[in-house]
């Protein structure tokens, strides 16, 4: 089995979970005494430099005629052997799609179905 990658995406922004995604990206610091410079945290993958190098690069392109605001669809792939059954051998690969700007504590819980289904690859017998 095999979804293209834009399909997946598109699902997922308009499942009703895409209202908790960050889209916009933040830079963020925490000052452990007021005296004390600030220290940047890095946390998850919406705050990380180039989430925000590259949010500021693709909104400054020119787009004559488009008010629509532009927005980056970061994605992260993950991928973990399956076995199919109890007994025997069968087993796959399934390649899961997950969105960079959903929280990792919302992200890791799995009732919130974060994961997307990429592909199914096939268990290679090697002999």
Avoid at 6 to 25: G, M
Avoid at 48 to 73: D, M, W, Y
């Amino acid at each position: 089995m095999y979804r293209k990658p834009l399909e997946v995406i598109k699902a997922a922004f308009e499942d009703p979970s895409a209202e908790q995604l960050h889209i916009s990206p933040y830079e963020e610091y925490w000052q452990p005494r007021p005296n004390c410079p600030p220290e940047r945290i890095y946390s998850e993958l919406y705050n990380s430099n180039a989430f925000v190098l590259e949010h500021e690069k693709v909104r400054s392109q020119p787009r004559p005629g488009c008010e629509l605001e532009t927005v980056i669809a970061a994605i992260m792939l993950s991928s973990d052997y399956t076995h199919l059954t109890s007994f025997g051998s069968a087993g796959v690969w399934p390649i899961y799609l997950y969105l960079g700007g959903q929280s990792k504590y919302t992200r890791a819980k799995p009732s919130s179905f974060a994961a997307h289904h990429l592909a199914y690859v096939p268990k290679v017998n090697v002999e």
